[in-house]
């Protein structure tokens, strides 16, 4: 029989999917109204992974990753997903989200999303809500699945989140 342990802490993230129209420094205040000070935040880049935006945000979309500074515990991941929904909606124009907000988490072992859709590689968290593990922490580096987004898989993305998940590291230490 395995003994019970709590969770260590996390480090939470947002990435940051946004049209032409929207603010992002009004963005940030309201993020970090949810999730504290903003610690770093990786290059801007346009999205041009897909079009399945396109129909409700338009084109030219920008995109980037947030951490923030204080840790969250991981059983939190439901509830501010379902915050940052309530953000998107308070975003939208004539019920089109300007915004699109994907919270949360890297370990040491790995980065997790939340999303509202259930897939086979998804585990629900309670709340209609799942983690997705978009990357996984191997043999010094992240290593990306069949089913982790494209922008996930650049090496923006990789070299962003090695320095986010080292920065957690130096956080777990002090706990």
């Known amino acids: 029989?395995?003994?019970?342990?709590?969770?260590?802490?996390?480090?939470?993230?947002?990435?940051?999917?946004?049209?032409?129209?929207?603010?992002?420094?009004?963005?940030?205040?309201?993020?970090?109204?949810?999730?504290?000070?903003?610690?770093?935040?990786?290059?801007?880049?346009?999205?041009?992974?897909?079009?399945?935006?396109?129909?409700?945000?338009?084109?030219?979309?920008?995109?980037?990753?947030?951490?923030?500074?204080?840790?969250?515990?991981?059983?939190?991941?439901?509830?501010?997903?379902?915050?940052?929904?309530?953000?998107?909606?308070q975003w939208s124009e004539q019920n089109k989200r300007r915004i699109n907000l994907d919270p949360g988490y890297i370990t040491a072992a790995k980065l997790v999303l939340a999303s509202t859709k259930d897939f086979a590689h998804r585990v629900y968290l309670g709340d209609q809500i799942y983690g997705d593990v978009q990357l996984r922490f191997m043999r010094g580096k992240f290593h990306f699945s069949e089913w982790t987004y494209p922008d996930y898989q650049t090496e923006l993305a990789q070299k962003y989140f090695s320095t986010v998940r080292e920065r957690f590291n130096e956080q777990d230490k002090t706990i």
């Not at 000070?37 to 920008?62: C, I, K, N, P, W």
């Open 1 to 89: 029989m395995g003994t019970l342990h709590d969770p260590i802490p996390a480090k939470p993230i947002c990435a940051i999917l946004w049209s032409p129209e929207a603010s992002m420094t009004d963005l940030r205040k309201d993020l970090e109204s949810l999730l504290g000070t903003v610690e770093s935040e990786s290059a801007v880049f346009l999205f041009d992974y897909t079009d399945y935006y396109h129909r409700e945000m338009g084109t030219d979309l920008q995109k980037q990753y947030l951490s923030f500074k204080t840790l969250m515990h991981p059983e939190d991941l439901p509830g501010l997903k379902m915050k940052t929904n309530v953000l998107e909606s």
